[in-house]
């Protein structure tokens, strides 16, 4: 008797030719990682729409990115900005926020408010972001959530990000469980040399970059091409789900 097999799934091939013809939403899309990303699915045949709180940068990003490109502002703090920003998009089949703001910091010298801007940005900005998107999310596809290697090893006194980081992760895997067969994952970047690190004092900037060279297991920060393209890869492999993706260089080994 012939043994049964299990067919594999959609996006089982796992490569590029899985975005042709899709719909890839990146909120943070107009410059940094979230442009890598775009960048790369564009050239893989995919459709964008790039999301932000900054219209002129938007309107730059999708005119480099062509007509496959089209952008709308949103604010990621504002639910009726998330809501009105994904009634205009027909079909999610992919959905990576990168875009946040808040501050770090020890316990003891932040302001309340300011020890929450990690949580009210980066993580109730993803969660919310999901939300409004949930409706439209192709069964088949995929949301990844930006996290950080913070989670695992906190680089310094800074506990409510790292919580906050923390947090994402966990977010990820109950939103797999209930967004099934929807995939969640998360991608966790330790230090980048790129379009965050480039509006920072260079003075910090240094600090952090030969901090980081010293406690990773490969020397050096990573580039923002290099997070992109773990972030596609989460997008098109059909059998990873509430898994968190540590693009940390070896990081949170050591």
């Known amino acids: 008797m012939a043994q049964a097999t299990t067919a594999p799934g959609p996006g089982a091939r796992g490569g590029a030719e899985d975005l042709r013809g899709r719909t890839v939403v990146l909120i943070g899309g107009g410059s940094g990682i979230g442009l890598r990303v775009a960048r790369r699915v564009v050239d893989a045949g995919a459709r964008v729409v790039l999301g932000g709180r900054t219209a002129a940068r938007l309107e730059s990003a999708a005119a480099e990115l062509g007509e496959a490109a089209t952008w709308r502002t949103v604010d990621t703090r504002d639910t009726d900005s998330l809501a009105a920003f994904f009634d205009g998009v027909e079909r999610v089949d992919h959905l990576f926020t990168s875009a946040a703001s808040y501050r770090v910091g020890p316990m003891r010298e932040l302001s309340d408010e300011d020890a ?36 695992a090893r906190p680089a310094g006194p800074a506990p409510a990000y790292v919580a906050c980081n923390a947090a994402i992760e966990g977010l990820g895997r109950g939103l797999a469980v209930e967004l099934a067969p929807v995939r969640v994952n998360a991608v966790a970047p330790g230090t980048v040399d790129g379009h965050l690190w480039a509006n920072r004092p260079a003075a910090d900037r240094d600090a952090a970059f030969a901090q980081y060279r010293r406690d990773a297991l490969l020397g050096r920060p990573a580039a923002e091409d290099e997070i992109a393209q773990a972030v596609v890869f989460l997008f098109t492999n059909g059998f990873t789900t509430g898994s968190t993706l540590y693009t940390d260089g070896g990081y949170t080994l050591r």
């Open 116 to 151: 929450a801007s990690p949580f009210d940005s980066k993580f109730w900005g993803q969660y919310h972001a999901v939300r409004a998107a949930a409706p439209k999310l192709a069964r088949d596809g995929s949301v990844v959530l930006m996290s950080g290697a913070a989670s």
